[in-house]
T-cell receptor
């Protein structure tokens, strides 16, 4: 039981490049989330999903897209990366009627 | 609007002394409150939560938190700090109904010295 895993662990992009971050969970959780963590700002919700095939915007969705084609996977895409998207990205998941979110180890992204 | 405040960027304590990490919140309705801990280069780990019931909540690694409705606070405490408790601590409050979205505070760095 690996819990929540994220791929890749670290990535460097040039401005304008695109990439996809993968989150996978093996706990059969309904809800999945993407956050970004920036110094002094805590975690901010980018997008979330309440089930397979559904997604919704969080607090800071601009510049990102997501997809939840399979229940266990939640993808975060950057179509045209900007330096302001340099951050650490965390994925989380939780069960339908539970309150606790379980977090992945994070992806560190540097946009030059 | 929902919000969470952690007024201290850093808390320094000596090993063996009690520690408190402060959190205040603003939320409409009954609050669902959480504490998470983040060790260096790791994801967040759940420590404890308050949903309803006893105002003193016990969690992992000997931590506890006290819910105070009149002061809208949910301070994290531990009677005797360990060096291994040194980490970044986040308070969070739930909003958005059954979807369970969280708003996180900015985090408080706890440093425990031997």
């Amino acid at each position: 039981n690996a819990g929540v895993t994220q791929t890749p662990k670290f990535r460097v992009l040039k401005t304008g490049q695109s990439m996809t971050l993968l989150c996978a969970q093996d706990m059969n959780h309904e809800y999945m989330y993407w956050y970004r963590q920036d110094p002094g700002m805590g975690l901010r919700l980018i997008h979330y999903s309440v089930g397979e095939g559904t997604t919704a915007k969080g607090e800071v969705p601009d510049g990102y897209n997501v997809s939840r084609l399979k229940k266990q996977n939640f993808l975060l895409g950057l179509e045209s990366a900007a330096p302001s998207q340099t951050s650490v990205y965390f994925c989380a998941s939780k069960e339908l009627n539970q309150e606790t979110q379980y977090f992945g180890p994070g992806t560190r992204l540097l946009v030059l | 609007a929902q919000s969470v405040a952690q007024p201290e960027d850093q808390v320094n304590v000596a090993e063996g002394n009690p520690l408190t990490v402060k959190c205040t919140y603003s939320v409409s309705g009954n609050p669902y409150l959480f504490w998470y801990v983040q060790y260096p280069n790791r994801g967040l780990q759940f420590l404890l939560k308050y949903i309803t019931g006893d105002n003193l909540v016990k969690g992992s690694y000997g931590f506890e938190a006290e819910f105070n409705k009149s002061q809208t606070s949910f301070h994290l405490k531990k009677p005797s700090a360990l060096v291994s408790d040194s980490a970044l601590y986040f308070c969070a409050v739930k909003y958005g109904g059954s979807q369970g979205n969280l708003i996180f505070g900015k985090g408080t760095k706890l440093s425990v010295k031997p």
